[in-house]
């Protein structure tokens, strides 16, 4: 039995994995993050993320190696959107790890795979802003998880969701579900859609249009709040 038969043997029963629905970005800005943060500090509650490193390190993914990606223009957004409450960097490696064979997993992965599963054991929290090809997650990014369901980075992570094609819904669902079986924490208050298909946005503009920018820091925002586990999974959208 392989270690990643077993890793499934002992997870527990999977949660209900029905089609992601449509998330409505809460309202939650970086002064509700340091707010709530403060109290924690004065409660001196221990909270999930290391106390040394009090600006979370969130890793944000791609979905597409397009060089004009929308996908791709929302992650870089991220970065400076969440100054204050999370130091974002951006995955940029996807095109470079090779494609999944369990018998290159041994003892020494590809040198893609082992920087992919660094940057991932450094992180607090994961953004993925993926597109939808044939009602589906792209190869690349698939090919990605599927590096890392033996490894288990993802364990536990929480992980808001982007979806910048409303009418896309197939690849969503679909990177829910395999994230839930790797054990990983999908933050529903976190995952939204915004529409920019057809804007051609780059990062700028995407910082420079009010309603984007704030369903973002939102997501981010609530992101920050679950990683710190003052957001339950249970709460509607807009708690926090
Ligand atoms: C090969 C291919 C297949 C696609 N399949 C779908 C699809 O099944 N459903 C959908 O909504 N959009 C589909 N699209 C459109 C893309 O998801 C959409 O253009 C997306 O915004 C591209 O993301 P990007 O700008 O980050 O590359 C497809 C695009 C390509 C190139």
């Not at 969130?58 to 409450?85: D, E, F, K, Y």
């Not at 953004?127 to 090919?143: C, D």
């Amino acid at each position: 039995m392989t270690d990643f038969t077993l890793r499934l043997a002992a997870r527990p029963p999977l949660p209900d994995a029905s089609a992601l629905p449509t998330y409505r970005h809460a309202v939650a800005q970086p002064s509700d993050v340091k707010q709530q943060l403060n109290r924690l500090d004065d409660q001196e509650e221990t909270t999930a993320v290391d106390n040394a490193h009090r600006v979370l390190r969130m890793l944000a993914i791609s979905g597409s190696l397009r060089s004009a990606s929308s996908n791709s223009a929302v992650v870089q957004a991220l970065t400076p959107l969440a100054a204050g409450m999370a130091d974002v960097s951006v995955y940029r490696g996807l095109g470079e790890l090779p494609p999944f064979n369990p018998d290159h997993d041994g003892e020494h992965p590809p040198e893609p795979v082992l920087e992919f599963r660094s940057s991932l054991q450094s992180c607090d929290a994961l953004v993925i802003s993926s597109p939808e090809y044939a009602h589906g997650v792209p190869g690349v990014l698939k090919n990605a998880l599927d590096w890392i369901v033996g490894s288990g980075e993802l364990i536990d992570k929480p992980v808001a969701l982007i979806n910048v094609s409303p009418h896309a819904t197939h690849a969503q669902a679909s990177l829910k579900e395999t994230l839930t079986v790797m054990s990983a924490r999908v933050v529903p208050q976190a995952s939204i859609n915004i529409s920019l298909a057809g804007r051609r946005l780059d990062a700028d503009a995407i910082i420079s249009d009010t309603e984007l920018s704030a369903a973002l820091q939102s997501a981010v925002a609530l992101l920050t709040l679950a990683a710190y586990g003052i957001l339950s999974a249970a709460a509607p959208a807009g708690a926090i």
